[in-house]
């Protein structure tokens, strides 16, 4: 926390220390909370890190055992361009399961991370309790329908052109890619984008930021953590995952209908979706 009691995008949560699997030539970077119940694994979303989870890591971590890793491609994770998809990100959780956690976990995903987790209930049962997946784009980020969901098509293709150019991505790249992705307005067809005048300031601000707290170069004061968080997040990403989306990589050798058949059971009182190795029905 900072002196305003915001969750500053710097540093590890009281009680977790961050560590590195390497797994079949891949090293994953995580994080890791005390023994304080059933193990939780939690699974970012295309473009964050285990950050993404920050400010939820204290009070999850009073009730369970929690483990947030960065995926290939993310935060302090290897880069392996050309080699990203549901599959493949899928057995390195697998194996970080069996490598890390050493028993079966319950596992919790955000976005393409909810996709991950439902890979895992179908291709590792043995390993998962049961699951949350949450806003999963199961069926939207198959190729070729993704090509059709504006908002992530959009930003995924911002994201290779401007952050995935050569050379070294700087502060200015962020504030180009923030000054053109959007938000979908109902009834228009343009996305609604950051207004001119509010990035500058922001953009402002963070140069500030960094020439004053050098080693804190994210945690922008005024500004939300989320944004703060993205500013790191869009720093770290290997830009080669959007393309592995959008050209049809990412979704592979991936059936959702085939993988949806193979989670034994769906509890939507709990939100749960689960496996039935242990606890299915």
Known sequence: MDKLGRTKVAGIPEGFKEFSFTTNGVTLNYVVGPDNGLPLLLIPGQMESWQGYKCVLPKLSKRFHIFVPDLRGHGKSTWTPGHYSYNICGNDLKRFIRGVIQQPTLVAGLSSGGVLAIWLAANAPEDVLAII???????????????NEKLMANNFRLAVDILGKPGKR???????YLSQVGIPVEGKSELLKIPPFILKIMFFIARLNRAVRPNSPYDVPFLPFNMRAGFKFLSEYDTDFSRATLEGDLSKDFSPEETLRRVSALCFSCGLMRTGTRHGG
Do not use: C, L, N
Request: proline share 14%; charged share 35%; net charge negative.
């Open 133 to 147: 997946a949450e806003d999963p784009p199961i069926f939207s980020s198959i190729w070729p329908r993704i090509q």
């Open 170 to 176: 700087d502060i200015r790249d962020i504030e180009r």
